[in-house]
Nanobody, 115 residues
């Protein structure tokens, strides 16, 4: 089992930057794929970025070139650096992993981008 806790959300003006961090409990962190998701009001939760245990990354098209996902296996953390933020990036951001067909989610952190 793993527990996830996000931090780093907040209010920022369009064009600004935020860095989200997800801290994971458990000794298996280095072996698992991690993802950042977001959910805006009235919309479905969607994948923003993912990173494999080996460091391979994938991004939603709308954030490519603006967001960067990274992980530190020594600290059990996965970060999401968000640059050139847009009002449409406003959402609750969650980190998530899946272990043996079970999804584990953090509690989420609010990101609000003002125009």
């Amino acid at each position: 089992q793993v527990q996830l806790e996000e931090s780093g959300g907040g209010l920022v003006q369009a064009g600004g930057s935020l860095r989200l961090s997800c801290a994971a409990s458990g000794s298996i962190f280095s072996f698992i794929h991690m993802g950042w998701y977001r959910q805006a009001p009235g919309k479905q939760r969607e994948l923003v970025a993912g990173i494999s245990r080996g460091g391979a990354t994938n991004y939603q098209d709308s954030v490519k070139g603006r967001f960067t996902i990274s992980r530190d296996n020594s600290k059990n953390t996965v970060d999401l650096q968000m640059n050139s933020l847009k009002p449409e990036d406003t959402a609750v951001y969650y980190c998530k992993t899946r272990i043996l067909s079970t999804d584990y989610w953090g509690q989420g952190t609010q990101v609000t981008v003002s125009s």
